[in-house]
């Protein structure tokens, strides 16, 4: 089984396109650069964005040449329990703080960017509050809490529990105006907003490193986070010293965009939305049959009692070889197998699967060399070949794997009718292929 999650470790032959990413900030040289990862669900966006990471953490530094920190956002991970904007703004300025104290200097402005992402932090929950009442909506957050309280109390509804409530909330509200809900005077939203701007680039400064804002799954969120991300991301857009790479699927970008500016039908304005934001687009690259044989083979050795010195040089020489398949080279069994001596039998018959079974994950409609969907195809292959073992049962591979693939891609209801010919059959055999297997019979 292999976990589906993103890896530092380059199955897909990425890295030729996460080193051109990497030296895409580097050549920046302190001039803000904002850049876009492209692709479906599951095609490796994540594992670009980890490969992205390693290469400029991997670089050597020349004199004079500015550090990287680095930041990483999920938005999907905050979606339904925090404001996706506040929620990096706050992240982004402790991300400063925590370098700052690390550092010993720069420590008050980042001290002070922190303020002032709590300010606007709290300037939205009153404003959330205030538009809540104002259209008839439930109000969120301590206003609502207080709205709520004094409603009860016109309704009569006061108990012993509305009193402890009451206190409850008056500890909250004077604990929240001595902090979040204390603005300075003299202050707006438009002012503190560029002061939040202006603060956060002297702090880069003054520390004297580049931010890399590292966003992803930006595709797994509903419409209103991915909006709210990327209207915190323009926010810190354009500003000396940073870097922003964001994954996200264009097409969920798309829709987001049109479900935020509802009734508006231009497909001209969607684009130009996410295309302002977006200075350098790159997509990541489909994968051909070659690519895809090599990543099935390379999940099998992941998998393979292998020594981890021996799985590590045999990935190297697959991706080396990848990367000359355009002059004709070629990833497969007898290729793999120069790369070390005495590799376990079991092991070369998986290679064997990985020769069958590329061209059907190439080219078989709902995984088009989707790598994600690769590795739970197999996941799926893997189990029903051990429950077949466990109960005795003589199944060839390759038979059930194009079953499974009827079964996920197929007609449903052809494949129901398959499954409930089987299981009316005593020998397991449909008799419609009895017939056939008759027919084949008696004209050998």
Known sequence: MWPDNETERDFLNFSGVADTVAEIIVQARGRPISIGVSGAWGIG???????????????????????????????????GYDDARAALMDVIASKLETEAASREKALDKAKSLLKRVNWLRAAKLVGGSALALSLGLPPVGLIGEVVGLGQRALSHHSDGKFVHDVEATAGDVASAGKGLLKPREETSPPKEIQALRTTFEETLDELGVTLVVLIDDLDRCLPETTISTLEAV???????????????????????????FEGVNDDLLVTNYFDKLIQVPIRVPPLGTQEVRAYMMLLFIENSGLEELVKEKMRIGICGQLRQTWLGKRVDRSFVQTLHENI???????????????????????????????????????????ISNAQGVGVDEAVLAKLLLFERLGNSKAYAELMASVSSSDSGTPAFLRACLRSRKTAG
């Open 234 to 260: 323009r926010l810190f857009l354009f500003l000396k010293n940073t870097a922003f790479v964001i994954a996200a699927d264009n097409d969920m970008i798309k829709h987001a965009v049109r479900r935020h």
């Open 344 to 386: 376990p039998d079991e092991l070369i018959a998986k290679f064997d699967t990985a020769e069958r079974l590329s061209p059907l994950m190439t080219t078989a409609s709902g995984i088009r060399g989707n790598p994600r969907l690769i590795k739970r195809f197999l996941n799926a292959l893997a189990i029903r070949m051990t």
């Open 45 to 79: 966006k994540s594992s670009m964005i980890k490969l992205t990471r390693a290469s400029l953490t991997q670089r050597p530094r020349k004199q004079g040449d500015r550090e990287f920190i680095f930041v990483e956002f999920n938005a999907w991970l905050y979606q």
